[in-house]
C-alpha cells in the first residue's frame, strides 16, 4: 500500500521561505505525477504544482515566480519550495501521487500560516 508522508510546514511571517517534502512508500509506478495542492479555510481545495517523472512541471498563477517543485525518483520525493510568501498562501498543503494506471493517492496535509 502506497504511503505519502509531508513534513515543512509551520508558521512565519510574511516574505519569508518553507520547504515542503513528501516521501511516497510502497510499491511506486514508476510513471507518475506528484504534486501539491492546499486548502484554505473556507475555500476549495486547488492545485498549486504537480511534475511528471519526466519532470515536465505545472503550476497554478498563484504560484508562479514564487514556488518550485522538484522531485528526486530515487526517493520518490517530491519537493516545494516556496518563497515570498503571503498570508494568503495560508493553507493546509497536501501531497498527491497519480500513478499511471492507478488511483491517486493523498497525503494527510500539512499545515503552513502566513502572517503579515
Known amino acids: 500500500q502506497v504511503q505519502l508522508v509531508e513534513s515543512g510546514g509551520g508558521l512565519l511571517q510574511a516574505g519569508g521561505s518553507l520547504r515542503l517534502s513528501c516521501a511516497a512508500s510502497?510499491?511506486?509506478?514508476?510513471?507518475?505525477?506528484m504534486g501539491w495542492y492546499r486548502q484554505a479555510p473556507g475555500k476549495q481545495r486547488e492545485l498549486v504544482a504537480v511534475?511528471?517523472?519526466?519532470?515536465?512541471?505545472h503550476y497554478a498563477d498563484s504560484a508562479k515566480g514564487r514556488f518550485t517543485i522538484s522531485r528526486d525518483n530515487a526517493k520518490n520525493t517530491v519537493y516545494l519550495q516556496m518563497n515570498s510568501l503571503k498570508p494568503e498562501d495560508t493553507a493546509v498543503y497536501y501531497c498527491?501521487?497519480?500513478?499511471?494506471?492507478?488511483?491517486?493517492?493523498w497525503g494527510k496535509g500539512t499545515l503552513v500560516t502566513v502572517s503579515s
Open positions: 498527491i501521487l497519480k500513478p499511471l494506471g492507478a488511483l491517486d493517492v
Open positions: 510502497g510499491s511506486i509506478s514508476r510513471f507518475n505525477h
Open positions: 511534475i511528471s517523472s519526466s519532470g515536465t512541471t
